[in-house]
């Protein structure tokens, strides 16, 4: 059973700017805060934001990350969106969605809190 599928990445180019969306499942949503994360290629998974269950609450990573990327959630469509704004080239990566344990103002603290990753998503920013 599928618990979280992304999907909106596509080639862009720098300075443009990309919605992604996070369709979960009901339980999740109601149960974890939940958060984005990404992947270069060769490098580790990286934390980028996360949005508690109200939707009020929202962290970002330290970093270029900050005044670019917004996070929300409609509940309605059990579903969680990143806006990514002023896209740069190292934005390149595979971005994921997944519940975490804790959001809160340390992104090294937002675990996967079931250890499920679905297929992410490509965002490839270039001229």
């Known amino acids: 059973q599928v618990q979280v599928a992304e999907s909106g990445g596509d080639l862009v180019q720098p300075g443009e700017s990309l919605r992604l969306s996070c369709t979960a499942s009901?339980?999740?949503?109601?149960?974890?805060?939940m958060a984005w994360f990404r992947q270069a290629p060769g490098q580790e998974r990286e934390a980028v934001a996360c949005i508690r269950r109200s939707g009020v609450t929202v962290r970002y990573a330290d970093g270029s990350v900050h005044g670019r990327f917004s996070i929300s959630r409609d509940n309605a469509k059990n579903t969680i969106y990143l806006q990514i704004n002023s896209l740069k080239p190292e934005d390149t990566a595979t971005y994921y969605c997944?519940?975490?344990?804790?959001?809160?103002?340390?992104?090294?603290?937002?675990?996967?809190?079931?250890?499920?990753w679905g297929q992410g998503t490509q965002v490839t920013v270039s001229s």
């Open positions: 009901r339980n999740i949503l109601d149960t974890y805060p």
């Open positions: 997944a519940p975490v344990v804790v959001c809160n103002d340390y992104s090294s603290d937002w675990k996967n809190a079931n250890g499920y």
